[in-house]
């Protein structure tokens, strides 16, 4: 019998109790949390997608490892079980573990970058691109111009755009240009991989002008199951071959484990660069604690090393994807407007599509957030005018893409919590006339998407 989809390739042994609430209830929650979700109890949250990240669910043998932790202030077991892991799944020669992957933006690049140098990227990440401007830099987007429209369907829609790159070393010279940053997968275009030919590509193009490739290895793991089932040539390879040739095409990663580690908390940068492990070293000891633990317990490092052999595994990984796939294939053949193609950790609702009639400036993807929480207790994310903030003139910056981002969680829910999800999406989309927007009551200056408070036009 042909399987209708990939069921769980795990068992239940423990579990957690949800809050399953009323429209009452809800309605209370969500005018006190200001309709923003970011500002919800998870206590009043039923399914939880506002990230997949430190969300995971760890397995008995992570666990297991928890109990092995050895505490000790340096050269802990667990630290070398940690490099051990990571030098041989990714390759590289130093390890120096941080508390979550924005702490190993930070260490480098502060090691990096000098003032006045480009850092180009494929599309930004928040913090990824905060670190590089805090130290100086400007970023540079190289991505294909495809990976900025939602409705083209690519299968490596997070490539680099080579004559972007090229234009960016003709324009400011290589000398300038202290490393390419290379995210696999692309989080905010969609969840969207990067293909081997293209890292290939990039990394012979970065040597011949002595410019470095340092990879944002957060989602990496996704990155190597969509090239095994989508680029010619690897669908006999495995996960772990893929990774190796993977990071052959750079000279260091940085590393979020709080997603493809699939620990709650936890990262590290690697690298092959002596000196720069060096000077790194320097600045672990300011900011996290001694080049051993990183800002991490023995006990975190333990279940890390265990999550990466983890998630290496086909039947692991294939299934997370397969996961993402239904709950946007369901989506879709219900003709609602998501980003296409399915991206490896999350759907991204477009509610430019979904409430055409909502214009931007009265936040259609907040209106979509508060509402989907309301029908069902479902929490995700807006990522769009909110997320995007004020100019220096203090207006609104009107980003292309107005999404929703419906994040799953590794290992957690089933299939019938994406069912509810799916459910209560298209029951919105069947009403989407009678929603009418919200209005600012607070705005933070900085990073307003986090504090924000709305109230329901009309
Ligand atoms: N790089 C990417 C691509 C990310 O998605 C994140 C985090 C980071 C770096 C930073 O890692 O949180 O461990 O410091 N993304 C989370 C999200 C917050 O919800 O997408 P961190």
């Keep these: 019998m042909e399987k209708k989809y990939m069921a769980e390739p795990y068992k239940i042994k423990m579990v957690e109790p949800i809050a399953v609430t009323t429209r009452a209830q809800r309605e209370e929650a969500i005018k006190r949390a200001g309709y923003n979700t970011f500002l919800l109890d998870s206590d009043d949250v039923y399914i939880d997608l506002l990230t997949d990240s430190g969300t995971n669910a760890m397995s008995d043998n992570q666990w297991a ?126 969840g969207q991989p990067v293909s081997m030919a293209n890292m290939c590509a990039v990394y012979e193009m970065a040597q011949k002008h002595g410019i470095k490739v340092m990879m944002d290895a957060t989602r990496c793991v996704e990155n190597a199951c969509f090239i095994k089932q989508r680029e010619a040539g690897y669908g006999d390879k495995t996960i772990r071959e893929i990774l190796r040739e993977t990071f052959s095409y750079a000279d260091g990663c940085t590393m979020s484990g709080k997603k493809d580690g699939i620990v709650n908390i936890g990262g590290f940068l690697a690298l092959n660069d002596d000196e720069l492990y060096q000077k790194s070293t320097a600045l672990v000891v300011v900011y996290e604690g001694m080049p051993s633990y990183g800002g991490l317990a023995g006990r975190d490092m333990e279940a890390m090393a265990r999550g990466l052999y983890e998630s290496v595994d086909y039947n692991y990984i294939s299934h997370r994807l397969a996961q993402v796939r239904y709950l946007g294939e369901k989506l879709d053949a219900a003709g609602i407007p998501i980003v296409k193609p399915i991206g490896g950790h999350a759907i991204f609702l477009d509610a430019r599509r979904f409430y055409p009639h909502i214009p931007q400036d009265h936040f259609p993807a907040q209106t979509l957030a508060a509402e989907l929480y309301l029908k069902s207790g479902v929490r995700s994310m807006e990522r769009g005018i909110v997320s995007a903030g004020r100019n220096k003139e203090g207006q609104h910056h009107y980003p292309k893409l107005e999404l929703v981002r419906l994040t799953i969680p590794r290992r957690v829910y089933t299939y019938s919590h994406l069912e509810v999800v799916a459910d209560s999406v298209i029951d919105l989309y069947q009403e989407r006339e009678t929603a009418k927007g919200l209005r600012f009551v607070y705005e933070a200056p900085v990073l307003r998407f986090f504090t924000a408070r709305f109230e329901p036009l009309g």
Aim: charged share 20%; aromatic share 8%; hydrophobic share 40%.
């Design 65 to 190: 490892g928890m109990m092995l932790g050895d505490e000790a202030y340096a050269g802990s077991k667990n630290f070398k079980n940690l490099k051990k892991a990571v030098q041989d799944l990714f390759g590289f020669k130093h390890v120096i573990p941080t508390h979550q992957g924005r702490g190993a933006e930070n260490i480098l690049s502060q090691v990096m970058i000098k003032q006045g140098d480009f850092v180009p990227g494929n599309m930004y990440f928040t913090t990824t691109r905060a670190h590089q401007e805090l130290n100086g830099a400007t970023f540079r987007d190289i991505i294909i111009d495809e990976a900025h429209d939602s409705t083209l369907e690519l299968p490596f829609k997070g490539d680099v755009d080579l004559n972007k790159l090229q234009a960016l070393i003709d324009e400011v010279g290589s000398e300038r240009i202290p490393y390419i940053c290379l995210a696999i997968t692309v989080n905010l275009a969609g």
